[in-house]
Antibody
Framework: EVQLVESGGGLVQPGGSLRLSCVAS????????MHWVRQAPGKGLVWVSR????????DYADSVKGRFTISRDNAKNTLYLQMSSLRAEDTAVYYCARDPGPGGADYWGQGTLVTVSS | DIQMTQSPSSLSASVGDRVTITCRAS??????LNWYLQKPGKAPKLLIYAASNLQSGVPSRFSGSGSGTDFTLTISSLQPEDFATYYC?????????FGQGTKLEIK
């Protein structure tokens, strides 16, 4: 069974940092691109970042470029999102999702809540 | 960046109705268009990928069409479990923007 389990969310002050993790199981992690997607309370889905299967290529939404870094450890089946210079508008549930290639993200984690507030 | 615009933003319909949601891209994305359903408090679920391909396990009442800039998601006969928010998303080149969502409510 494919599973994605996020962790690392919590309350952080503006300007602070946080690292999210997403542990994958039930599939060959190293064969898949991965994404981070976020959703502010009561709002729509916003794509944040993606990484290719071996970690050599990454892309970011303009709103997080230069502040967030996506990475992966294929030996540990784990995806990361290092977030720095956090702002109130980064408050959201953060989901990791698997992208097997034909199109779309077919498996998602349950999400982890990040709250940026003083 | 490519912008995705869905219409309508909200929609009221009855069980058994045929429903169509549209998604327009600000430039051509060929068929790099995906559709998701999301229920409150839950992660999104992939329905359609590459504009017209039904994701495994998704009921055949869902279908997608379009290419270039204009796309549609059609539900042929609404079921109670279909009332949710629907999102389109493009996967063209290096950005993966979502539309703003269409909330489908029971009439």
């Amino acid at each position: 069974e494919v599973q994605l389990v996020e962790s690392g969310g919590g309350l952080v002050q503006p300007g602070g940092s946080l690292r999210l993790s997403c542990v994958a199981s039930g599939f060959t992690f190293s064969d898949n691109w991965m994404h981070w997607v976020r959703q502010a309370p009561g709002k729509g889905l916003v794509w944040v970042s993606r990484i290719n299967s071996d970690g050599s290529a990454t892309d970011y939404a303009d709103s997080v470029k230069g502040r967030f870094t996506i990475s992966r450890d294929n030996a540990k089946n784990t995806l990361y999102l290092q977030m720095s210079s956090l702002r109130a508008e980064d408050t959201a549930v953060y989901y990791c999702a698997r992208d097997p290639g034909p199109g779309g993200a077919d498996y998602w984690g349950q999400g982890t809540l990040v709250t940026v507030s003083s | 960046d490519i912008q995705m615009t869905q219409s309508p933003s909200s929609l009221s319909a009855s069980v058994g109705d045929r429903v169509t949601i549209t998604c327009r891209a600000s430039q051509s994305i060929t068929t790099y268009l995906n559709w998701y359903l999301q229920k409150p408090g839950k992660a999104p679920k992939l329905l359609i990928y590459a504009a017209s391909n039904l994701q495994s396990g998704v009921p055949s009442r869902f279908s997608g069409s379009g290419s270039g800039t204009d796309f549609t998601l059609t539900i042929s006969s609404l079921q109670p479990e279909d009332f949710a928010t629907y999102y389109c998303q493009h996967s063209y080149r290096s950005q993966f923007t979502f539309g703003q969502g269409t909330k489908l409510e029971i009439k």
